[in-house]
């Protein structure tokens, strides 16, 4: 196992096709961006129980190792991000460097489990359209909402073909997820941290404060961008990232 390799992780309640326009420009890169278990067409068990952050990177690493891949660089949004931490805690030896996209290295507090619970309560009773309609105005910038109908047609899409229990599994799997903000001062390898100036979910000043605990991070902002950076302004999240590869690749 020699090959290195770009893995794109996708957020919640998304696809690998969040990444399309990543995968137009990394041509020199060799990209792997799966489907996160219960995601797109992937299998959904039906038992939230089985999802974790934890299970999400073993399902990772073992693609990896069917695909010969021995290093990588992570690419995670949002809850991506969440399982590139959990990558770094369970491969750092195999993690060349990390791009960590609107995402946070924070727990969920008592308030945003509970929000979890209502939100797989509104999976399960009204399915992905009710989803999809109320998380639309977090996850998109409002320059996005008001000027590009068709961005917004795409993700309303993707959100509402993921799998119910794939949705209620994830959810679980976050609010369930470890601290991770006492890992980011351990992060030996470079890290390139993107957020979207208009990100209500994961906004830009934690990510910067976030940056500012990893020893060897850039911090980039995406202007007129929401939580959804890699498809509201694909251009210039593009040049973040390929500046960045182009250094540490
Ligand atoms: C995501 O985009 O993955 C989610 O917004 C993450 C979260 O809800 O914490």
Known sequence: MTKSAVLLIHGFPFDHSMWRHQLDVLSRWECVAPNLCGAGVSDAPADPDEYSM????RDLTALLDEQGIESVVLCGLSMGGYITFELLRQIPARVRAAILCDTKSAADTPEAKRGRGVLAETARSLGTRAVAEELIPKVLGRETRERQPHVVREVR?????QPVAGIVGALRAMRERPDSTALLGRIQ???LVIAGDDDQITPAAGMQEMAGAIPNAEFVVIPDAGHLAPLEQPRAFNTAITEFLAKVG
Do not use: T
């Open 189 to 191: 390898v470079p890290v």
């Open 157 to 161: 899409q993707m959100m509402e073909r």
């Open 54 to 57: 934890a299970a999400y990177a």
